[in-house]
């Protein structure tokens, strides 16, 4: 049963989504045919908001589905752009007097709960077939298949191309449980139409994968009655809803991540307008203006030889004139002289990996576009939309100038609430360059910077599935986060301290809850600090968060500060290089015993007994070992600290030694006796370049943990045992890197060496 001539007055068109080729095939039939009825594959619930959906909107735009019940959370996108053949049988049928439907399943239905893209393409349940043919055709990949068949190539004889690519792919491939209920759903529609248009041509647009099924599910001439399909409803308890948004090529672009269809959008948009040649030639136009926008050298030679290469590779491919990947090959061998450390992305159909050449991203951002939707004024938004505008006004925040706030005021307190749940909800908008964080001082002060986005109101329509008002969307939303994080203490931690600074007290109770039921089992110290390190900080600071004192984050503290130590206690790997992760934690347990200790009843004699048998275990790290006589230094009992670093001055372990020490007593280190450091300088000056080396990688690290006042703290000490004038200031800068400093030192170690051996070196200069 071909597209061109259906029995029954039916006509099928399999398309892919995105593509220019079936958009202009489905214009052309709906021209031809003048159907009664224009069947879609789209959400079905969203057939008495047609007229909204058409309002003239500036494409791209999609359709925004969010839900929420007890059980399951889903969020689902429904895009279109001018040349998705979804909405050019859509505005064609209303042009055409056609009546029209979308047929499928609610986006919010449990047989699309895996899809956040309502058209995603089904290569993965055909790849064994399409690999086949790339093979046969010696093509890389999908896309480049397609255009190969499709895109570059006549639109004569297309819909029957279409029929046996999708007949051969589709044969070879079985539906899941959830395809299956989704082609029964639309069949009962087809059907239905057929009966409803006596006679009359109906169109049936769907995704290519659907379209075999769909012929097969209605073959038989009737098998139902008039009454169009039932449209399944949300439970009662659920919280679902779907709104127009506007999208952007960036958004609709594989290359950056999405889910499905064609991939580079302005370059099809450009097929679509112009045709395959002019696309073609535009392709290279924006490549080399972007480039030489950033300052990269095009010169008219280049641009030649790449649009040769690209004529000479469509040649040899078969093509009468060059597609998307002959233009890219073209410019990559023109432009292009160094060796590329990764494939390029339109031949592995992958996204724009990291550390790319930088020709290679300005192509991909030429492909991509910067083209942002707009909806119409009359389009009805979400209630959050609304309520986010007139919070803003309200709190006298206007987008256009940095917002400085002061945390004591209860005006301020509350617009830096605000904007925090804003942030929470991933609205843009406004960027907090200074705030309190998690394990520094408490701030004050806080400071926003604005952060204009094309993308802000679809994000904030998005947000609206959470909730009307910004605070039910952002309860819903911390809500489901603190489910979704389940046991992941540092995470859990992360958002205990983001429900404080968004003044959420009821659910920092929820989240507080939830990481003192995981906190019993967590075995990563450095996650557990954290945890410890955000609670404290609640803890203490009353003035900021309001959380001062409570019993909960007391009980929480205590519980981490016991668990921290006997974990501590467990760690056995002699050789393991220091990690501060772990050294964290353990200033995280100092800081409670010091700050919370007397209030909470911690136990300070058992944290100096842990730390004084962690100190002496030959078998700890090196950096806990240290760490732990650090711990009970600062604590306030006193170590013959000069004795222990001897114990520990080999190359490969002093420097992690010091560092668990400095991290855990650096201001005991400064201000105490100064033996310690004239010992460290000692075993220094005692080792050889080599060995020097060997340790100073450590040493750094170990060092960086005192600030710039304490540093020079040091350096004058380290004067005073050398002598000099020099400001200790001196002593901290260099002109060169220090290890390549220790490295030179090392060579000529070893050159004085060899002229020593061959009796060419004295040691006096001769």
């Not at 769909?214 to 139902?224: E, H, K, N």
Request: glycine share 10%; net charge negative; proline share 7%.
């Amino acid at each position: 049963m071909s597209a061109t001539g259906a029995p029954g007055g039916v006509t099928f068109l399999g398309v892919r989504h995105h593509s220019p080729a079936c958009a202009r095939l489905v214009a052309a039939t709906v021209a031809r045919l003048c159907p009664a009825y224009v069947l879609v594959e789209g959400p079905a619930d969203l057939n008495g908001r047609m007229d909204e959906l058409l309002l003239g909107h500036e494409l791209p735009i999609a359709v925004f589905t969010a839900h929420r019940d007890g059980t399951r959370r889903h969020a689902s996108w429904s895009p279109f752009c001018a040349y998705s053949p979804e909405w050019v049988a859509l505005t064609a049928g209303r042009e055409a007097g056609a009546q029209l439907r979308f047929i499928d399943l609610p986006a919010w239905h449990p047989a699309l709960s895996d899809r956040a893209n309502r058209y995603a393409d089904a290569d993965q349940r055909y790849a064994e077939a399409v690999g086949r043919l790339c093979a046969t055709l010696a093509v890389d990949n999908v896309d480049a298949l397609w255009d190969h068949l499709f895109e570059i190539g006549p639109d004569d004889g297309l819909a029957e191309r279409l029929d046996t690519y999708f007949d051969v792919l589709r044969g070879e491939s079985a539906a899941g449980d959830d395809d299956t209920a989704r082609e029964a759903y639309m069949a009962r529609w087809v059907r239905a139409a057929r009966r409803r248009a006596a006679g009359r041509p109906v169109l049936v647009v769907t995704g290519g994968f659907h379209r075999p099924a769909l012929v097969r599910l209605t073959a038989d001439g009737d098998g139902a009655d008039d009454d169009w399909p039932e449209v399944p409803t949300p439970a009662p308890d659920a919280v679902a809803g779907s709104y127009l948004v506007p999208y952007s090529f960036r958004r609709l672009d594989a290359f950056v991540g999405y889910q499905s269809g064609m991939p580079s959008p302005a370059y099809y948009q450009r097929v679509w307008e112009d045709g395959p040649r002019r696309a073609a030639e535009a392709l290279t136009e924006a490549v080399a203006a972007r480039l030489r926008a950033r300052r990269q050298p095009v010169s008219t030679a280049d641009l030649i030889a790449a649009r040769s290469m690209a004529g000479g590779l469509a040649r040899l491919r078969g093509h009468a004139h060059p597609g998307r990947v002959d233009v890219l090959d073209g410019l990559v061998s023109a432009l292009v002289t160094d060796a590329l450390d990764q494939p390029l992305p339109w031949a592995t159909r992958g996204t724009l990996a990291p550390g790319a050449h930088p020709v290679v991203v300005e192509m991909v951002a030429a492909l991509s576009g910067d083209r942002v939707g707009r909806l119409h004024p009359d389009t009805p938004l979400p209630p959050l939309v609304h309520d986010v505008d007139a919070e803003l006004e309200r709190h006298r925040i206007d987008g256009r100038a940095p917002v400085e706030l002061d945390l004591t005021d209860a005006d301020d307190l509350a617009r830096s609430r605000l904007l925090h749940r804003l942030r929470l909800l991933d609205v843009p908008g406004h960027a907090r360059e200074s705030g309190p964080r998690v394990g520094a001082d408490a701030l004050l002060t806080e400071r926003w910077s604005p952060a204009p986005s094309a993308d802000r109101l679809a994000r904030v329509i998005e947000a609206g599935g959470y909730g009307p008002t910004v605070l039910d969307a952002v309860t819903a939303r911390i809500e489901e986060r603190v489910t979704l994080l389940g046991a992941d203490v540092d995470a859990l931690a992360t958002t205990l301290f983001d429900t404080a600074l968004a003044g959420l007290p009821e659910h920092s109770t929820r989240t507080l809850t939830a990481i003192a039921r995981a906190a019993g089992g967590v075995t990563d110290l450095r996650a557990l600090g954290r945890a410890l390190a955000v609670a404290l900080a609640l803890w203490r600071h009353d003035r900021l968060l309001g959380s001062a004192g409570t019993a909960p984050l007391g009980a929480l503290i205590t519980a981490a500060v016991r668990r921290t130590l006997w974990l501590v206690e467990g760690v056995r790997a002699v050789a393991a290089p220091a990690d501060p992760g772990r050294l964290t934690a353990l200033v995280a347990v100092r800081d409670a015993v010091r700050h919370a200790g007397p209030a909470l009843g911690l136990d300070r004699d058992g944290a100096l007994a842990v730390a004084g048998r962690v100190a002496g275990d030959a078998a700890a790290p090196p950096d806990l070992r240290g760490a732990a006589l650090g711990l009970a230094w600062s604590l306030g009992d006193v170590p013959d600290a000069a004795r222990a670093v001897r114990a520990v001055a080999a190359p490969d372990t002093l420097g992690d030694w010091l560092g668990g020490l400095f991290a855990l007593a650096r201001e005991e280190v400064v201000s105490g006796d100064a033996a310690l450091l004239t010992v460290v300088d000692e075993l220094l000056a005692s080792m050889g370049a080599h060995d020097f080396l060997v340790a100073l990688p450590a040493l750094r690290q170990a060092f960086g943990w005192f600030p710039p006042r304490e540093r020079a703290e040091v350096a004058r000490h380290v004067q005073a045992l050398h002598g000099g004038d020099a400001p200790p200031g001196d002593l901290l800068r260099l002109d060169a890197d220090p290890l390549l400093v220790a490295a030179a030192r090392a060579v000529e170690e070893r050159v004085d060496a060899v002229l020593t051996r061959e009796g060419l070196w004295e040691g006096d200069g001769t």
